[in-house]
């Protein structure tokens, strides 16, 4: 098996590598520190799975899979993240992921993933299935953020760590007046006119680490 970590941590491909190690048998373990680097390792080499990061340095995990997606439509792809499934992983899953994953979770359950992920299998946790089913049902109230595109939601995020239109236009590539566009765009989906309160509902709903 070949496996491709794509990670910003170097302590946690260390991790996941050691895991992966100690549980699949003669796999073969990639690593790759940004998006950038991660879509060049999927074009030049096979995969049988890569594990995405949500949050790295330029583009993101779900930029990245979109990448990863454009270019090799069949590589599967499982991300792993400390942020809430609630927030990332149906975005993650519509955009072709084949599971997501929390960095909370314990190391059987990212096994487990893995192993269904190398079958042609989905995988996502009972909790996650559960408020999916929920909000089918229509038993569940959406977030406010989850009505965010996912550009508008990783700028949100830019925004509740205390960066500024002109840090985040830089970070993203975007112009200034592209970037003000859409936190213009978040506080009216939103209801919240201040970059405070975008940041206190970040916090509170677990957006920024």
């Known amino acids: 098996m070949k496996a491709l970590i794509i990670d910003d941590h170097s302590i946690v491909r260390r991790g996941l590598a050691s895991l992966l190690q100690e549980h699949f048998k003669d796999v073969v373990v990639g690593e790759a520190g940004d ?36 270019e090799k439509p069949d590589q599967p792809i499982l991300v792993i993240s400390s942020h809430a499934e609630r927030d990332y992983a149906l975005r993650a899953l519509k955009l072709g992921a084949a599971g997501y994953v ?14 269904r992920v190398l079958a042609g299998r989905r995988y996502i946790s009972t909790a996650l299935a559960e408020h999916l089913a929920g909000a089918l ?7 406010s953020h989850e009505t965010l595109s996912n550009r508008e ?11 500024t239109v ?34 206190r ?3 509170q709903h677990g957006l920024v680490e």
Do not use: C, F, H
């Open 201 to 203: 509902y970040a916090m």
């Open 166 to 199: 002109k840090e985040i236009s830089s970070d993203l590539s975007l112009s200034v007046k592209t970037v003000a566009t859409y936190r213009s765009r978040i506080a009216e989906k939103m209801g919240l006119s201040t970059n405070v309160e975008l940041t």
């Open 153 to 163: 939601l990783l700028v949100l995020r830019l925004i509740a760590s205390g960066k």
């Open 102 to 115: 929390s960095k909370q979770s314990a190391p059987d359950v990212l096994v487990t993933a893995v192993q």
């Open 137 to 143: 049902a229509g038993e569940t109230n959406a977030a």
């Open 35 to 70: 998006a950038y680097e991660g879509l060049a390792a999927v074009l030049k080499d096979q995969w049988d799975i890569a594990i995405v990061d949500i949050s790295m340095p330029g583009r993101n995990g779900l930029e990245l899979i979109q990448d990863i997606k454009r």
